[in-house]
């Protein structure tokens, strides 16, 4: 999935996300426990941020934590929660200073009030910035983000709001979670693992792939120009033919 060639142009993606993997191995190479990993990990968030919006990239989607870590073991679980406090404690005045607008994605049922309350303080707090949007999926799944896009959808059949033979993939699209950012140009994951894993399933339907064995603490704003340069020499043509 990796090229060698350099292009002749960068090309920017306006959307790029990243599943955030490798934390756990990172850590066990050095012979610290798993949330050592996370640790590094949540670090070089703000680091991949920052870099993304000094090169002009306008969203950043990142998997901090999928519908599916619930099964992990409780004290892993445990800590994975105290995320969001961190976020606002420690990165709080580096993503206003380099203003960022910061985001959640994912379902809020299984969240304490603590944690919804915390995410929605940051979201309200950073709404009014220009830079770029980071959008912090938390607790998030493609399956369960199509399912209740399905339930709305279904709804507003039944209510009579909204006509079956009109349903298309923008009104589809309209009712994701995604629905204010972008189109998602870039996928990048870290560790050398090559599945989705349940992320971001319909927004992925045409943007680039990109794998690399860096493990996410590892993933520095050097290897995110290497993934662009390699995006940059991508052939996208979206089911047609360029003539």
Known sequence: MISKK????????EHV????????????KRGMPRTFGHQAGVENIR????ASQNIGIKALSVFAFSTENWNRPQGEIDYLMTLPKEFETKFHDDFQK???????????????EVNIAIMERIT???????????????????????????KAI??????????????TPDVIASHLLTRNLPPLDFLIRTSGEQRLSNFMLWQAA?????FTPTYWPDFSPKELMKAIKDFSLRDRRFGAIKR
């Open 6 to 13: 350099m292009p002749e142009t960068i090309i920017i993606p």
């Open 17 to 28: 996300a990243i599943i955030l993997d490798g934390n756990g191995r990172w850590a066990k």
């Open 47 to 50: 680091r991949i941020a920052i």
């Open 98 to 112: 380099n203003d960022i607008k910061v985001i959640f994605s994912g379902r809020k049922t299984k969240l304490s």
């Open 124 to 150: 309200t707090e950073s709404k009014d910035r220009q830079g770029l949007i980071l959008n912090i999926c938390f607790d998030y799944g493609s399956y369960d983000e199509l399912t209740e896009a399905v």
């Open 154 to 167: 279904a709804y507003n059949v039944r209510n009579g709001d909204l006509d079956p033979e009109t349903i």
């Open 206 to 210: 045409y943007a680039e792939l990109y």
